[in-house]
């Protein structure tokens, strides 16, 4: 049985980059060498199938969390890469609220595969009420802007009143000339940034062939960031 790290990639707001990182970020450790499992956590818009060219599944991540079925019973290998595995999502429930039981159980079953990493892409809000006990750090996804970086303090504030451990990934850098610049922001806001990601056309390339960025193109610059992101946790 292993103890693996398990992260929850977050954000106050929705379409800041998320499923783009959680994606990303799991196809860079997992090129690294380490055992990955991508779940899909976001049971109001769960897509990670759509990024990546698959079929929602039939039994996914809700399934297996709310009727405490075994994890193989969901979880598939990416076929590019034999030590990446999926928990893929549907939007089938909508409240999302697992008790501690079968928070544990979940726990458990992703625990027999031995994973190094666990990275679940989750809804935008507020909410924890998803994995809490077996999370070992979030990472807010945000953009370098004013109303967007205001909501992710307020979710990091949230986060430190709960003592879940999270840093900010700032995403889309370089989009606009409005945006805010990354020294005004550490100072202003006193997050932790862990990365800096550059808005690049790969991600819309990516979308379009329903792959990550990081195997169709390691050297553009938004995957060497996520690289570099993803090397600091190994
Ligand atoms: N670094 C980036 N460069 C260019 N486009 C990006 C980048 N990050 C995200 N996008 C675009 O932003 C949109 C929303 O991304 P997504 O990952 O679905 O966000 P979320 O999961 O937070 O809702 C997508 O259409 C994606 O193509
Ligand atoms: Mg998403």
């Given at each position: 049985m292993s103890n693996p790290y398990v992260i929850r990639i977050s954000?106050?707001?929705?379409?800041?980059?998320k499923t783009t990182v959680a994606v990303n970020l799991s196809t860079a450790l997992a090129v690294l060498g380490k055992r990955v499992l991508l779940v899909d956590?976001?049971?109001t818009n769960a897509n990670i199938s759509d990024f990546l060219g698959l079929e929602d599944p039939k039994i996914g991540f809700a399934d297996i969390l709310f009727n405490?079925?075994?994890?193989e019973s969901g979880i598939v290998n990416y076929k590019e890469l034999g030590n990446m595995d999926l928990l893929l999502g549907s939007d089938r429930i909508g409240i999302y609220a697992p008790t501690k039981e079968q928070i544990i159980h979940f726990g458990y079953q992703a625990g027999k595969f031995n994973y190094d990493y666990i990275i679940v892409d989750t809804a935008p809000g507020f909410f924890l009420h998803d994995l809490v006990p077996i999370y070992k750090e979030s990472l807010i996804v945000s953009i370098p802007q004013g109303p967007t970086m205001d909501s992710n303090k307020k979710l990091s504030d949230l986060y430190n009143q709960d003592i879940l451990r999270n840093h900010v990934v700032l995403n889309r850098?370089?989009?606009?000339?409005?945006e805010l610049n990354v020294d005004t922001i550490k100072q202003d806001y006193g997050l932790d940034i862990a990365a800096v990601l550059p808005e690049d056309p790969i991600i819309p390339q990516s979308i379009a062939k329903r792959e990550p960025a990081y195997l169709l193109d390691r050297t553009s610059k938004f995957c060497v960031a996520i690289e570099n992101l993803a090397r600091a946790y190994t």
């Open positions: 954000s106050k707001k929705g379409g800041v980059g956590g976001d049971p405490e079925l075994d994890a850098v370089g989009s606009s000339a409005y």
